[in-house]
């Protein structure tokens, strides 16, 4: 397959800046393969549906993982910005860092008074390994002391970083610190729908898959069988793992919300679909050709052209049918990316 193939003409004014209020006011565009499309909002939800069915969400909590600050080399003093994107043990951190180039291993970088790390190693396209001195959760502490909210580079291309997005840029589910980048499908929850759904005999169960920074990154090869995933930590315990198997084996649909949540479910499932306890890391890649195991719906945004994301909704949908619903979303005026509206994919047989 050719990143050619996954691209398409996104206007500018449809990368949503601010997210809908009430949450589940967005619009949600309903995607049947061989169905018309349907234009609903996310609190219709409900309604689309059944007694039984669950839905799988991301309980992954965002950390301000944007940090400015200062390399100190001898007299030499420049100013640099990290930004987390992997925990690799209680002090340590892979991040992609600016400027990268003017980094090299054992030098100083100040974040604050109390925040500051050394340089342990320095990889490829601007990624540095910075070991701090603080440990565990003084460590989270003080990154949330002076960190700013990691917004997608889409957004902060436009404006910059504020109070509102910190709550605004958070699940009302959060719970398990580490992401650097939001689970936005979620986004669209509220209490209130979320009782709605549990009325409805619709079940919830919660996984956690940290997402990093890699996910904005660009796919820079044509082929895309030369593309490498960043590889992020995810779990499922063994008590969700056997009663997402039991509601399986009762008829219901796992349906997930958003792509981390799929993309972890998919990791842990078993060739007949049978979802297995998972605790380790997962590089999974799908594109067009993927076989499916064990979600048969996906709620998501919509993504970006040429986006390994738009390369997974399109395995699950269907080519043909994720680029009518997305020629149909962008004439629609349906708003894109982080802070935009939804998108309920059933899979494609």
């Not at 729908?193 to 996910?215: C, F, Q």
């Not at 399109?314 to 979303?329: E, I, L, N, P, V």
Request: aromatic share 8%.
């Amino acid at each position: 397959m050719k990143l050619a193939d996954f691209d398409f003409h996104l206007p500018d004014a449809l990368i949503a800046l601010r997210p809908t209020s009430p949450r589940d006011s967005a619009r949600l565009l309903v995607v049947n393969p061989g169905a018309p499309l349907e234009d609903l909002r996310v609190h219709d939800l409900p309604a689309l549906l059944r007694a039984g069915d669950v839905l799988v969400v991301n309980d992954t909590r965002v950390i301000p993982a944007r940090l400015k600050g200062v390399r100190m080399r001898g007299d030499s003093r420049i100013a640099v910005e990290a930004t987390l994107h992997r925990q690799l043990d209680e002090q340590t951190w892979a991040a992609f860092m600016r400027p990268g180039k003017k980094l090299a291993p054992h030098d100083r970088i100040t974040f604050g008074a109390d925040l500051a790390a050394t340089v342990r190693e320095k990889g490829e396209g601007g990624e540095i390994v910075l070991a701090f001195d603080l440990a565990g959760g003084d460590l989270m502490a003080a990154i949330a002391a002076h960190g700013m909210m990691p917004l997608p580079p889409y957004i902060a291309a436009k404006r910059g970083e504020d109070a509102r997005d910190r709550a605004d840029y958070q699940t009302v589910y959060a719970a398990e610190e580490g992401s650097v980048a939001a689970p936005t499908a979620g986004l669209h929850f509220t209490p209130e729908l979320l009782a709605r759904l549990a009325a409805a005999g619709v079940g919830l169960e919660k996984l956690t898959l940290h997402v990093g920074a890699g996910t904005f990154l660009p796919v820079k090869t044509e082929d895309l069988s030369m593309h490498k995933m960043h590889a992020e930590w995810g779990e499922i315990d063994p008590a969700t793992a056997d009663r997402l198997n039991a509601a399986r084996a009762a008829g219901g649909r796992i349906i997930c919300v958003g792509t981390t949540s799929l993309r972890l479910i998919e990791s842990a499932a078993d060739p007949d679909g049978a979802i297995r306890p998972f605790r380790a890391e997962t590089a999974i890649f799908i594109t067009p050709g993927y076989r499916f195991r064990a979600a048969e719906g996906l709620m998501t945004n919509f993504h970006l052209p040429k986006s390994t994301l738009f390369m997974l909704v399109s395995a699950f949908a269907g080519q043909a049918t994720m680029r009518a619903a997305y020629d149909h979303a962008i004439a629609s005026g349906y708003r894109f990316y982080s802070y935009g509206d939804a998108s309920l994919l059933w899979r494609a047989e």
